[in-house]
């Protein structure tokens, strides 16, 4: 009987690696099928066109490195867009300096301006001024003014264009045309369309 028992247990015990392995096979196998799988990540969704904040009469200021008042940009209601980075201005006011100090302003029933201000488009009755101030040789130059249904104007490069009709006074001179292209840094203006124009000499040099 013990002999019987000996060839059993010696001939079990050649099967048992495999048996254990089998067992341990059937044990992963059910923990896999038992864990939940996980949830797969989410698509980002793209970004919509529609404002997450919004300012009732507000002042927004910027400043330069030495703390120099860059730009203040005032307005009745804003909406900030957070997909351009844009916020587009009711009843809007904009201040800007340039590097030598020199003023432009800007007003319309509406604007579109990027985050600093340097980049603004102008809807409605609008208007861009720079105050007379001497150019880098020490010349004078004549307050300029730029008045249309629509303006765009690059505040830092001291660019302002438009396809719509527009008007420009510069000192005492009027010209009107169809479209514009102006850059004060290079003193080009580019007038298209129906150009008309009206100088007056300076009483001064007379």
């Known amino acids: 009987m013990i002999k019987l028992v000996r060839v059993v247990w010696e001939r079990l015990s050649l099967y ?11 044990g992963t196998y059910w923990l ?20 997450d904040y919004f300012m009732r009469k507000f002042s927004v200021k910027t400043f330069d490195g ?3 008042l860059k730009s ?16 587009e201005i ?10 030598e100090g020199r ?9 579109l301006t990027n985050g600093d201000a340097s980049e603004v488009q102008l809807f409605g009755d609008a208007r861009v001024v720079r105050e007379p101030a001497p150019d880098i040789a020490g010349q004078p130059q004549p307050r300029m003014e730029f008045r249309g249904e629509f303006l765009h104007a690059f505040m830092n490069t001291e660019r302002v264009k438009s396809h719509k009709p527009v008007e420009l006074i510069r000192g005492n ?22 150009v008309k124009g009206t100088l007056v000499p300076d009483a001064a040099k007379k």
């Open 72 to 87: 203040e940009v005032l307005g009745t209601y804003a909406r900030h867009y957070p997909d351009t980075d844009t916020l």
């Open 16 to 26: 048992l690696p495999i048996i254990l392995m089998a067992m341990l096979a059937l």
């Open 32 to 51: 896999v099928r038992s864990t939940p799988m996980l949830m797969q990540p989410e698509k980002e969704a793209p970004a919509r066109h529609e404002p």
């Open 173 to 194: 001179d009027v010209f009107t045309a169809d479209s514009m292209d102006f850059d004060n840094l290079d003193r080009v203006m580019q007038l298209k369309g129906r």
């Open 66 to 68: 030495t703390g120099r």
């Open 90 to 99: 009711d009843s809007v006011r904009i201040r800007s300096f340039n590097e």
């Open 103 to 111: 003023l432009t302003t800007a007003t319309a029933r509406r604007a």
